[in-house]
């Protein structure tokens, strides 16, 4: 009999086992973000009177008291009444917290920027009395509020009391630009430059906003030019102007209608895809067509207009600080044949010589003498001068040169003026034998300004040279009973040199 052999039996199915059921994993629970409690600490402040937003407080799910919640509820600017109650609140609700010097800054903050500048000093006076020590932050916000509110030796007081804290807090850069901000917007330029440079001295890198406050005072003043040679150093720096600098330089150009440096800073702009806001756009635009309208009307039809209004005109432009209108009209009036009055010469080529803005002098005076205009023998011998003060001799000696009915005793010693406060002795003593070879006499305030000049060269045996000279001059006026109007003119010019020389020293 056969066997039936295992080999050909079907295999059995092997039993599988069973999965085991677990237990659902719990959810995880969903975080709590600061910024999600903060928005319901502002909501509750502002949707409920504090008698029903006391106990909701205290019973936000999530709500820790600490320092940054705390700080971040106050920068959120609710009410400032139920802003302080919750300050206060934070202080008595348990858990040990203590305010610290951010919250006390932020609420510094608030009750500045709502005007309650009592109320802030009297918080500032309980920081220090709680044994919080303030840091640059919290004096930078009290001297900006403080000078807000028109008190600018208060806010000055602020910054002396940080400075003499530099061990335990020293001035940022954010604290500086304050103060230079302050002490310009309250007509101290002097104390600004020097506040300036103590921050460049305490190695602090000047940021966009400090150049903006710089550039914003050169604005006001109508230094429009040198605001251009600002923007050229901080990029030369590596800090790009941004949008807001651009927009509050626009601004300024067009209420000024300084068409000229508008346009360039409208160029960098548009090369730099910085966007123009469209309240200072209108502005802008509104400036160009005054500007371009009135060129374009007059110049064609060539209008005839008295020199008495043109020069008005000039004058009532330079003193609004809005040199390209009067510059734009001056040049309208050569075109049209028209010699204004001295005074609006003056007025414009003192405008410019006081920005800084050397170059449109001389191209001024230039063609108003290719044109034939004479600017006289006092305006020719002031401008000398000025420019000799302001450090710019070479400008000077290049209006001299284009002088030609002019070129007398009194603008002959104006440039020896020049020449001794640049250095230059030797050229001032060629120019007054100079004078002498060409036939103009020399008068006693010639020799005023040449004996001044070398005695501060400490050239003294050729200044008594000169004294002697002179002496002998004044006996020959007196024994003849002379007198020369130019003489007199010269004294009273070389008078006021002296002076300026001698404070300069």
Request: hydrophobic residues 40%.
């Amino acid at each position: 009999m056969l066997r039936r052999s295992r080999h050909f039996l079907p295999p059995r199915p092997r039993r599988r086992p069973r999965p085991r059921r677990e237990a659902p994993a719990a959810e995880p629970p969903t975080p709590t973000y600061t910024r999600d409690v903060v928005r319901r600490v502002d909501a509750i402040l502002r949707g409920h009177p504090w008698s029903a937003a006391r106990p909701l407080l205290l019973s936000l799910p999530g709500l820790a008291w600490d320092s940054h919640t705390v700080a971040r509820v106050l920068k959120a600017h609710p009410p400032l009444h139920k802003a302080f109650l919750f300050f206060r609140l934070a202080a008595g609700a348990g858990g040990g917290f203590r305010h610290d010097r951010f919250t006390y800054t932020s609420m510094l903050h608030l009750l500045g920027e709502a005007g309650r500048v009592p109320a802030m000093m009297r918080l500032l006076a309980e920081m220090l009395r709680a044994g919080v020590d303030p840091d640059a932050a919290t004096f930078t916000t009290v001297m900006h509020w403080l000078a807000h509110a028109g008190d600018v030796d208060a806010a000055m007081r602020v910054w002396e009391e940080m400075r003499a804290r530099k061990g335990k807090c020293r001035p940022t850069l954010v604290s500086y630009t304050a103060c230079v901000k302050i002490l310009f917007d309250a007509g101290r330029p002097a104390e600004a430059r020097e506040v300036f440079q103590e921050m460049v001295a305490e190695g602090l890198r000047p940021s966009c906003k400090t150049y903006t406050v710089l550039i914003e005072h050169l604005a006001n003043v109508g230094k429009f030019e040198a605001t251009m040679e600002i923007m050229d150093k901080m990029q030369e720096a590596g800090v790009e102007p941004d949008k807001a600098l651009c927009n509050i330089l626009v601004q300024k150009c067009s209420r000024a209608c300084e068409t000229s440096v508008m346009t360039r800073i409208l160029q960098y702009m548009k090369e730099n895809f910085i966007v123009l806001r469209r309240p200072i756009f209108l502005e802008a635009l509104e400036a160009l067509k005054a500007n371009e309208h009135m060129i374009n009307e007059m110049t064609p039809k060539n209008i005839k207009v008295e020199s008495h209004i043109l020069s008005d005109i000039i004058q009532a432009s330079c003193a609004n600080c809005r040199p390209s209108c009067g510059l734009a009209v001056l040049r309208y009036s050569l075109r049209i044949g028209n010699e204004l009055d001295r005074s609006a010469y003056g007025s414009l080529l003192g405008h410019y010589i006081r920005n800084g803005s050397f170059d449109l002098v001389f191209e001024i005076v230039e063609i108003l003498i290719k044109s034939g205009c004479n600017l006289g023998t006092y305006l020719s011998s002031i401008l000398i001068i000025k420019l000799a003060c302001a450090g710019h001799s070479s400008t000077a000696v290049r209006i001299f040169g284009l002088l030609t009915t002019d070129k007398n005793v009194v603008t002959y010693t104006a440039l020896m003026s020049a020449y001794f406060q640049d250095g230059k002795v030797d050229k001032a003593l060629q120019l007054f034998s100079q004078m002498s070879a060409n036939g103009v006499s020399a008068c006693p305030g010639t020799y005023e300004v040449l004996i001044h000049g070398l005695q501060m060269a400490g050239r003294k045996q050729e200044s008594e040279h000169y004294r002697r000279e002179r002496m002998e001059m004044q006996w020959h006026l007196q024994y003849r009973n002379e007198h020369s109007p130019e003489d007199s003119l010269l004294t009273h010019n070389e008078v006021w040199t002296v002076h300026s020389s001698a404070g300069d020293n």
